[in-house]
């Protein structure tokens, strides 16, 4: 934990008038628990602050009691927050929030805390370490540096992000700290067992059927030696399930004993193209992939956005690939 970098926004956060908290779009179980955390303790200590995501999140984690609900209401950002701390982004655009920020007539102080290694240090401080499994694992430590009693609620909201960004400490991503913490969390009241059937244990019949179209459709790119499927906009209609359903293939993709990494393709509503790469060597780092498609990530998992089709996008990776 950099001490000097936590104490610095510690003293930010007591000092600030009013607060806010973004994390990325389409946020995940990370995202949420990070702004979450940080606002039960905001809460606790009586400052004011909004939160923003420029999506709203699924409805399965609209519904978890712990999380907090977000605003994705534009309106926030005509308020004046002399504070915006940002969670669980690699940058302000993946955030979504670039835009808003370039706008403002004021120069408010933005924290930036997050673990991916394509973070590019936007904040004028910032709290990043590449090394830790989940941003909430970075916001432990630096309720623990500072001082602050992690209550009930903060506590397993901090759970939320380890198991999710961990695949249940399942994934490369689960380090000795991750799993340390995780047990302090529980001592503090998080239910362990209760989080982790929110997320672990949440496939319906239609789900695992998508997932089946999905699984039928893997190939291997010989030469790149990178195993690929797709799942199409019509895939989610005719098995009349949600788009968040097909979260979770790429990290399955993990368990094949071929290719060097994992590659599936998602075709968006919006007619974009959501590609995922996971890999488990310790040689192969997809967000070196990822970044030369526009994207970015850790080392063991990554994604992009690309416009057009699932054909041309598939053309335009194997193209760009080859160059990397």
Same mark, same amino acid.
């Given at each position: 934990?950099?001490?000097?970098?936590?104490?610095?926004?510690?003293?930010?956060?007591?000092?600030?008038?009013?607060?806010?908290?973004?994390?990325?779009?389409?946020?995940?179980?990370?995202?949420?628990?990070?702004?979450?955390?940080?606002?039960?303790?905001?809460?606790?200590?009586?400052?004011?602050?909004?939160?923003?995501?420029?999506?709203?999140?699924?409805?399965?984690?609209?519904?978890?009691?712990?999380?907090?609900?977000?605003?994705?209401?534009?309106?926030?950002?005509?308020?004046?927050?002399?504070?915006?701390?940002?969670?669980?982004?690699?940058?302000?655009?993946?955030?979504?929030?670039?835009?808003?920020?370039?706008?403002?007539?004021?120069?408010?102080?933005?924290?930036?805390?997050?673990?991916?290694?394509?973070?590019?240090?936007?904040?004028?401080?910032?709290?990043?370490?590449?090394?830790?499994?989940?941003?909430?694992? #970075?916001?432990?430590? @630096?309720?623990?540096?500072? =001082?602050?009693?992690?209550?009930?609620? /903060? *506590?397993? +909201? &901090?759970?939320? !992000?380890?198991?999710?960004?961990?695949?249940?400490?399942?994934?490369?991503?689960?380090?000795?700290?991750?799993?340390?913490?995780?047990?302090?969390?529980?001592?503090?009241?998080?239910?362990?067992?209760?989080?982790?059937?929110?997320?672990?244990?949440?496939?319906?019949?239609?789900?695992?059927?998508?997932?089946?179209?999905?699984?039928?459709?893997?190939?291997?790119?010989?030469?790149?030696?990178?195993?690929?499927?797709?799942?199409?906009?019509?895939?989610?209609?005719?098995?009349?399930?949600?788009?968040?359903?097909?979260?979770?293939?790429?990290?399955?993709?993990?368990?094949?004993?071929?290719?060097?990494?994992?590659?599936?393709?998602?075709?968006?509503?919006?007619?974009? #193209?959501?590609?995922? @790469?996971?890999?488990?060597? =310790?040689?192969?780092?997809?967000?070196? /992939? *990822?970044? +030369? &498609?526009?994207? !970015?990530?850790?080392?063991?998992?990554?994604?992009?956005?690309?416009?057009?089709?699932?054909?041309?996008?598939?053309?335009?990776?194997?193209?760009?690939?080859?160059?990397?």
């Amino acid at each position: 934990m950099p001490h000097r970098i936590a104490k610095t926004i510690y003293n930010e956060i007591i000092k600030a008038d009013k607060i806010l908290l973004v994390c990325h779009q389409n946020p995940d179980g990370d995202a949420l628990g990070s702004v979450s955390a940080l606002g039960y303790f905001l809460n606790g200590i009586n400052k004011i602050y909004n939160n923003f995501c420029l999506t709203k999140p699924s409805h399965k984690l609209n519904s978890l009691p712990h999380l907090m609900s977000l605003s994705a209401d534009p309106q926030i950002w005509e308020q004046k927050h002399d504070l915006i701390i940002v969670l669980d982004s690699g940058d302000l655009d993946y955030a979504g929030v670039a835009k808003y920020i370039n706008k403002l007539n004021h120069d408010p102080i933005i924290v930036n805390i997050d673990h991916h290694a394509s973070n590019n240090r936007f904040g004028q401080h910032n709290l990043v370490i590449t090394t830790a499994s989940a941003t909430t694992e #970075i916001l432990y430590q @630096f309720f623990k540096y500072n =001082n602050i009693i992690i209550n009930k609620n /903060m *506590a397993v +909201a &901090l759970l939320t !992000g380890l198991i999710t960004d961990t695949e249940n400490f399942s994934n490369p991503g689960t380090t000795i700290n991750s799993l340390k913490i995780a047990s302090e969390l529980i001592h503090q009241g998080a239910n362990f067992n209760l989080v982790k059937t929110w997320f672990i244990r949440d496939k319906s019949i239609s789900a695992l059927k998508l997932w089946g179209s999905a699984l039928s459709r893997l190939t291997k790119h010989k030469t790149l030696d990178i195993i690929y499927t797709y799942i199409t906009h019509q895939d989610i209609i005719e098995h009349g399930v949600s788009d968040i359903e097909s979260e979770g293939i790429a990290n399955y993709l993990n368990n094949l004993n071929e290719g060097r990494a994992a590659l599936i393709l998602k075709e968006m509503p919006n007619g974009k #193209i959501k590609g995922s @790469f996971r890999t488990t060597h =310790n040689d192969v780092d997809v967000s070196q /992939m *990822a970044q +030369a &498609l526009g994207g !970015g990530g850790h080392k063991k998992a990554s994604g992009f956005t690309l416009d057009g089709t699932i054909e041309t996008a598939f053309e335009q990776i194997w193209s760009t690939l080859a160059k990397v």
